[in-house]
């Protein structure tokens, strides 16, 4: 092994230098991603319309969005009035939408196929299914979260929650 020359020492101690500054500098600011879509207003009670921000939904795009794996009520139907006041209390107009997408990105009728978290951090699709709002339903290919949907329904139907009870058809 041969001894380092002054030359090398000094351009090792020069690397081992700025190396420790590279450590201390401060990272550059990494890009926030933009807020999800913002809620316009609950149409019934799995179906909204929100502006889009430009993640999922192009920015300033005014959108229909279908929460995936659930179906609720009809309007006239059983329990449909109660969906839908229960959709609007967990999103608000005015609040800003987390969503995920699965396989399809949009339906036959150009709405958006989301999951939603609410600014609070609830996962709606699933939370309408516990409270008996809502019934899991699939559609494949869309099945990310169909064990949580199943085990929330099955919990609403064991108590009795929502339609589970009050709808004699279920």
Avoid at 62 to 85: F, H, K, N
Wanted: one cysteine or more; glycine letters at 8%.
């Amino acid at each position: 092994m041969q001894p380092f020359s002054r030359g090398r020492t000094t351009v090792l101690a020069s690397a081992t230098a700025l190396m420790g500054l590279a450590v201390l500098a401060p990272a550059a600011p990494a890009q926030a991603a933009p807020p999800g879509p913002i809620v316009i207003r609950v149409i019934d009670g799995d179906t909204l319309e929100v502006r889009g921000t430009g993640r999922v939904v192009p920015d300033g795009t005014v959108a229909r969005v279908r929460l995936l794996e659930i179906d609720t009520p009809e309007r006239g139907a059983c329990y449909s009035r109660q969906a839908t006041a229960r959709t609007s209390e967990l999103l608000p107009r005015g609040s800003t939408l987390r969503t995920e997408i699965d396989v399809t990105l949009k339906d036959r009728y150009g709405r958006y196929l989301l999951y939603v978290w609410n600014e609070s951090g609830v996962f709606v699709n699933e939370s309408l299914v516990r409270s008996g709002h809502a019934k899991a339903t699939l559609f494949p290919p869309d099945d990310k979260h169909w064990k949580t949907m199943t085990a929330a329904q099955a919990a609403a139907r064991q108590a009795g929650a929502g339609l589970w009870s009050a709808c004699p058809t279920n």
